[in-house]
């Protein structure tokens, strides 16, 4: 049970989005209370990559301990159709790797010691953002000035505000299992990406230390046979069906909040937020990044007097642009004719896979990774349309590097 009834600032949810509020606010000196109705070290469905602008966000906020999080770093990805190989890039920046059950429970560790309270393994059962109170199921009534909903996908903090947690028909939907090293056919150090496998999305295998992780994830709507495909891509890969409990859960890179507030003293960050990357759904660095946000909201609140909402609204928009850049790019990407055309492209040029290594190492913008896809498309753009509507020609003219 917390030590009080009242706390200056409530963060529900303690995943990275939450951990990285409620360590910024406890660096500042502030009270603060994280509830998760889990138990710590907890799984979670979470391919685990780590990319370069994770990195930089996770010393920003936490200063150190960046090498006891991760558990696998390689310098390069492979991308596949189906099986097929379409093309690598190695040595041309790191990638980082961790099971949830470890990195969140690292984390969480990281703000206990700094003081954060903690309520964990205890549900919410009503929350009532008028009087600012929160009930949970074990019967504690806590209230708060400020409050940050990090609490996923589901989150009940969006549902009250927007009256649903996500929108059904931008949702994405993955599946995934860990695979122990040493039980499949499939080697390999660096993480792979596998299109032609979902609609609207693609399988991946990311190497951790004793496993690898094996999923795939697309928007929810187009694939109602997920699972079937799920166990169609594990076919391929191993040469057999998978035989064990498969883990779901929602992901959105469908959507996001433009709007991600009650308007005043309550902030959405994370996934809670819909912030997630459109193009590979990765969601932990936009986590991390936002819940440091909000937490520099809610400080500079405390010292202003105005809203929370009004501090965080500049730095919020200037993140989303990210997502809205992706957006744009995803809806280039993943329409079956111009994804059909992009695995045609790839085997025979490199810039594609490089700039978007960049673009996940913040070596490059989205905004500069935009214009730079548009600028090569526009240059080969009379190739790339001979090749889409060439059906007797086999040789796949090159398109640059």
Known sequence: MPNKSHYPVIVIGAGPAGTSAAYTLAKEGKKVLIIDKATFPREKLCGGLLTGRSKRVFLQVFNKGWNDAIEHTTDGAEIYEGTRLLNKVYGHCEFHQSKRLHFDDYLLKRCEALGVEMLLGDGLLE?????????????????????????GVNSVVAKTIFGESFNKKDIGFALEVEIP?????????????????????????????????????????????????????????YGKPFDGKIKGHYIPFGTYRKKATDGKNVLLTGDAAGLVDPITGEGIAFALESGNLAGLAVVQSMESG??????????????ALDIEIGHQLARLLYPTRMNK????????????????????????????????????????????????????????PSVGS
């Open 341 to 396: 055309l992009f695995r045609r492209i790839l085997p025979k040029t490199e810039f594609l896979m490089r700039a978007h290594m960049d673009l996940m190492n913040e070596k490059m913008s989205y905004a500069q990774f935009r214009s730079y896809v548009f600028q090569r498309l526009f240059k080969y753009g009379w190739r790339l349309v001979k090749m889409y509507f060439s059906s007797t020609s086999s040789k796949i």
């Open 181 to 237: 090293k040493g039980q499949q056919k499939w080697v390999r150090e660096t993480p792979s990406l596998h299109f032609d496998v979902v609609n609207w999305g693609y399988g991946w295998i990311f190497p951790k230390s004793q496993s690898d992780t094996f999923g795939l994830a697309g928007l929810h709507r187009l694939n109602p046979d997920m699972k079937e495909r799920f166990q169609a891509f594990h076919q391929q890969v």
């Open 306 to 319: 105005r809203s929370a909402w009004h501090h965080y609204r500049p730095m919020y928009k200037e993140l």
């Open 127 to 151: 929350l009532d953002l008028q009087e600012q109170k929160i009930r949970m199921k074990s019967g504690a009534l806590l209230t708060y000035d400020y409050l940050i909903g990090a609490d």
